[in-house]
Nanobody, 122 residues
Framework: QVQLAESGGGLVQTGGSLRLSCLAS????????VGWFRQAPGKEREFVAG????????IYTDSVKGRFTISRDNAKHTVYLQMNSLKPEDTAVYYC???????????????WGQGTQVTVSS
């Protein structure tokens, strides 16, 4: 079992920045790659970025490349999502999630946090 807790959401103006944090706890945390997802009102949940604990291998969805950076602090068991040049279309509830197995956005993630709201005003 892995428990995840997000923090760092809030309200920011267009062009601003936010950093989200995801604290992971439980058994064998380092064996579970972590991803960030988001869900806007009336839209399906979408994958944003993912990272592995040991090699820090990362993947991103195209719409955030060059603006968002995912990173991890192994000692703190925390994954971060640095979001720069935010746009109104980035407004969503952001979730971190972990999966059993390889980092692959095509497959289901097994453990989820409660989510944190990010709102970008125009």
């Amino acid at each position: 079992q892995v428990q995840l807790a997000e923090s760092g959401g809030g309200l920011v103006q267009t062009g601003g920045s936010l950093r989200l944090s995801c604290l992971a706890s439980g058994q064998s945390v380092s064996r579970h790659p972590v991803g960030w997802f988001r869900q806007a009102p009336g839209k399906e949940r979408e994958f944003v970025a993912g990272i592995t604990w040991i090699s820090a291998y990362t993947i991103y969805t195209d719409s955030v490349k060059g603006r968002f950076t995912i990173s991890r602090d192994n000692a703190k068991h925390t994954v971060y999502l640095q979001m720069n040049s935010l746009k109104p279309e980035d407004t969503a509830v952001y979730y971190c999630a972990a999966r059993v197995g390889a980092l692959d956005s095509s497959y289901e993630f097994d453990y989820w946090g409660q989510g944190t709201q990010v709102t970008v005003s125009s």
